[in-house]
């Protein structure tokens, strides 16, 4: 079984920057990495996701600031976040997915944007 776990997150003034990372154990073969985020009463939505070719897409709300990355001999997936906004608040979640599309989550990380 294939389990996600995610770090990195926490308390963060308007303006600064955190790095969230997200390691799967197991020896495993993961195609799509991505990382979605839910605000409180929000749905969750795709912040950015990469491919195991490097193919990045991001959300138009993240664009410029945050860069998501990935290393494949450690099964882990970045995600760096700079000039923070109140609006980035929420909690992010880590998802993969290998070639048999088998999608795997992980639990969540909070980040917290205020002053």
């Known amino acids: 079984q294939v389990q996600p776990v995610e770090s990195g997150g926490g308390l963060v003034q308007p303006g600064g920057s955190l790095r969230l990372s997200c390691a799967a154990s197991g020896s495993i073969f993961i195609n799509e990495m991505g990382w979605y985020r839910q605000a409180p009463g929000k749905q969750r939505e795709l912040v950015a996701e990469?491919?195991?070719?490097?193919?990045?897409n991001y959300a138009d709300s993240v664009q410029g600031r945050f860069t998501i990355s990935r290393d494949d001999a450690k099964n882990t997936v970045y995600l760096e976040m700079n000039s923070l906004k109140v609006e980035d608040t929420a909690v992010y979640f880590c998802k993969m997915r290998n070639p048999m599309a088998m999608v795997y989550w992980g639990k969540g990380t909070l980040v917290t944007v205020a002053s």
């Open positions: 990469i491919t195991r070719g490097g193919w990045t």
